[in-house]
C-alpha cells in the first residue's frame, strides 16, 4: 500500500523560510518523479515543482528562485525547500508520485499517491 506523509508546514512571516518533507512508502520510490502541488482557498490544486527520477527539476514560475525541490532516494524523501514566502504561498502543500514523459510531470491517479497534505500560513 502507498504511503505519502507530508511534514514541515507551518505559520511563518512574510520573508521566511519553512522546509517541506514528504517520506514515501509502498513504491519503488527511486523509479518515480515526484511533485509538490499546492491549493489554496478557494483554488484548484496546482502543481508548484517536481523533480525526475534522474534528478531534473522544474518550477512553476511564481515560485521559481524561491523553492527549491530535492529528493534523498535512500531515506524515500522528497523535500520542498521555501525561502522568501510571500502571503500568497499561503496554501495546503501536498507530495504525488508521478511520471515524467516528454518534458511533462503526470500525476498518478488515485488517492494512495497523494499525501494529505501540510498547511503553510504566511502572515505577519
Known amino acids: 500500500q502507498v504511503q505519502l506523509v507530508e511534514s514541515g508546514g507551518g505559520l511563518v512571516q512574510p520573508g521566511g523560510s519553512l522546509r517541506l518533507s514528504c517520506e514515501a512508502s509502498?513504491?519503488?520510490?527511486?523509479?518515480?518523479?515526484m511533485g509538490w502541488y499546492s491549493q489554496a482557498p478557494g483554488k484548484q490544486r496546482e502543481l508548484v515543482a517536481y523533480i525526475t527520477s534522474a534528478g531534473s527539476t522544474n518550477y512553476a514560475d511564481s515560485v521559481k528562485g524561491r523553492f527549491t525541490i530535492s529528493r534523498d532516494n535512500a531515506k524515500n524523501t522528497v523535500n520542498l525547500q521555501m525561502n522568501s514566502l510571500k502571503p500568497e504561498d499561503t496554501a495546503v502543500y501536498y507530495c504525488?508520485?508521478?511520471?515524467?514523459?516528454?518534458?511533462?510531470?503526470?500525476?498518478?491517479?488515485?488517492?494512495?499517491?497523494w499525501g494529505k497534505g501540510t498547511l503553510v500560513t504566511v502572515s505577519s
Open positions: 509502498g513504491i519503488a520510490f527511486s523509479i518515480y518523479a
Open positions: 504525488n508520485v508521478g511520471a515524467y514523459y516528454r518534458g511533462s510531470y503526470y500525476p498518478k491517479e488515485g488517492m494512495d499517491y
